[in-house]
């Protein structure tokens, strides 16, 4: 393994009922007021808005609430966050739902912190080092923002999708109880699974280093999620399934699949955020079209892992096997694959590529995004 650094402050607390334990968990940390977040009113109908204010109560915590955060969340949502913690004097922010949620948490905490413009992060013009106390109870498994620093954030005026991250929007608690996630749908479910997969396959099939361990760490996730995400398009109630995928999904992001890389990238990801920042698809629905059309493009770089995937993921015996296998699977689960399937115009094509290449300028990458590279994924997305 190469030399490394890690770092994750982030306590998880996994299981059945600890959301109700919420309020306990905070006061730990002398905080005494939080901003509750949520997405849609699913968490009053069930019950777990009512469990976590009472847990709050409880412990003699007070809170404001700011509900409505969409599955891509957007800048003026996290404008509203911002000034009520601010207004409010909130000290601590609690997301309750999933990955989109956590996002803009992480962008509230850290804007609340900050006398500029939050986008400023998005935009490298300032680095957080200072955020309200972040903390998490998930609905939804996906994105790993559970255990991870970085909030994804989209600009509605300028239909840009950035990111940030900070030594300060880590998450201090984390709870996942793998029965609050048993209504996802199972279309989120296969997004879901798309989302986990690019997070893995990112890092396994650009890194220039891979170390074994790690490799089977990566192949591990996948099958993982391959296997449990087939038990719960049957059964959704299923906890040891759903558990697992959930505890899957956290470890495909919380940078332990980094450690001994070399080299690594977000490949799919800068590709896939223009799609969602242009058209709102569902961001796992836009990875498992980008996903595989990247790989078409990659094999003959790294043409041995390739083979790796195929067989260790799929049984299969050649690249191009692996990669369509992957296809199938998307396909069995119910996730796009193609432009079409996503309802992204052909014709925009040309302008999706202009786009990316403004950014990939901006990050100083446009030696690495190319014109070339860029064209030839969208075309095998077709």
């Known amino acids: 393994m190469k030399d490394f650094r890690y770092y994750n402050p982030t306590r998880i607390e996994f299981g059945k009922g600890k959301e109700k334990n919420i309020g306990k968990y ?12 949520y997405g849609s009113d699913r ?6 808005f009512d469990t ?21 969340p957007v800048l003026s949502k996290v404008y509203q966050g911002i000034e009520i913690a601010k207004i409010k004097g909130v000290e601590a922010v609690l997301a309750v739902g999933g990955g989109s949620v956590l ?3 992480k962008a509230i905490a850290a804007g609340a912190m900050y006398n500029g413009d939050i986008w400023d992060f998005f935009t490298f013009k300032a680095v957080p080092n200072k955020s309200l106390t972040i903390f998490a109870i998930m609905t939804l498994a996906a994105t790993g923002s559970e255990m991870n620093n970085y909030a994804v954030v989209t600009n ?3 239909r840009e999708k950035f990111s940030f991250g900070g030594s300060s929007t880590y998450p201090t608690v984390s709870v996942i109880n793998p029965e609050l996630q048993a209504t996802v749908t199972k279309e989120y ?3 879901s699974a798309a989302d986990i997969f690019a997070h893995s396959l990112d890092l396994y099939f650009s890194a220039s280093y891979l170390p074994e361990y790690i490799a089977g760490y990566v192949e591990n996730i996948l099958t993982t999620v391959i296997r449990t995400t087939e038990i719960l398009l049957v059964d959704s109630s299923n906890y040891e399934a759903r558990g697992e995928f959930a505890w899957a999904a956290t470890q495909a992001l919380n940078f332990t699949t980094f450690c001994g890389v070399e080299n690594n990238r977000f490949d799919t990801h800068f590709i896939e955020h223009t799609l969602s920042a242009e058209y709102n698809i569902a961001h796992g629905a836009g990875l498992s079209i980008v996903v595989p059309a990247w790989m078409k493009w990659q094999k003959r770089n790294l043409p041995e892992r390739f ?6 993921v799929f049984n299969v015996h050649s690249a191009d096997a692996g990669i369509d296998a992957l296809l199938k699977w998307y396909k069995k689960i119910g996730t796009p694959v193609t432009l079409k399937e996503g309802n992204i115009p052909e014709e925009d094509i040309p302008m999706l590529i202009e786009k990316l290449l403004v950014v990939a300028k901006m990050w100083g990458a446009e030696k690495l995004y190319t014109k070339e590279m860029i064209s030839t994924v969208f ?3 077709k």
């Open 189 to 191: 479910l296969a997004y």
């Open 156 to 158: 509605e005026q300028t």
């Open 307 to 312: 083979e790796r995937f195929a067989q260790k």
């Open 43 to 48: 968490i009053k109908k069930n019950g777990l």
């Open 52 to 72: 976590v204010v009472k847990s709050l109560r409880d412990n003699g915590i007070t809170f404001e609430i700011l509900g409505g955060v969409q599955s891509n």
């Open 26 to 37: 905070i006061s730990e940390y002398g905080v005494s007021k939080v901003l509750i977040v």
């Open 379 to 381: 075309n095998n997305a």
């Open 103 to 105: 996002d803009s948490v």
